[in-house]
């Protein structure tokens, strides 16, 4: 059993930062593709960010420049630095893993989300 606890959201004011941390644990062999989405109200859920296990990223256009991903292996935990926040940056953000088990000799790869949790810019 694999699970994603994220941390680090709340409210701050248009021009602050805030940071998001997500930690896998459970039955984990490896960390493939690890992740940010968010889903504003009335929204899609979006990608936000993505790292892969060797550190190459990818940003949605709208957070380029301002967010950061970023992982740390040995803890299983991927981060997302967001400085100048935006009120439009407002959504629940969830953490998103690529991971793989090992049970009885076999590998599984699977796709896993976090609770999520609130992030809320606003004056």
């Known amino acids: 059993q694999v699970q994603l606890v994220e941390s680090g959201g709340g409210l701050v004011q248009p021009g602050g930062s805030l940071r998001l941390s997500c930690a896998a644990s459970?039955?984990?062999?490896?960390?493939?593709?690890m992740g940010w989405y968010r889903q504003a109200p009335g929204k899609q859920r979006e990608l936000v960010a993505a790292?892969?296990?060797?550190?190459?990223?990818n940003y949605a256009d709208s957070v380029k420049g301002r967010f950061t991903i970023s992982r740390d292996n040995a803890k299983n935990t991927v981060y997302l630095q967001m400085n100048s926040l935006k009120p439009e940056d407002t959504a629940v953000y969830y953490c998103?893993?690529?991971?793989?088990?090992?049970?009885?000799?076999?590998?599984?790869?699977?796709?896993?989300w976090g609770q999520g949790t609130q992030v809320t810019v606003s004056s």
């Open positions: 998103n893993a690529d991971i793989t088990s090992k049970s009885l000799g076999n590998f599984y790869t699977d796709d896993y």
């Open positions: 459970g039955s984990i062999f490896s960390i493939n593709v």
């Open positions: 790292i892969t296990s060797i550190g190459s990223t």
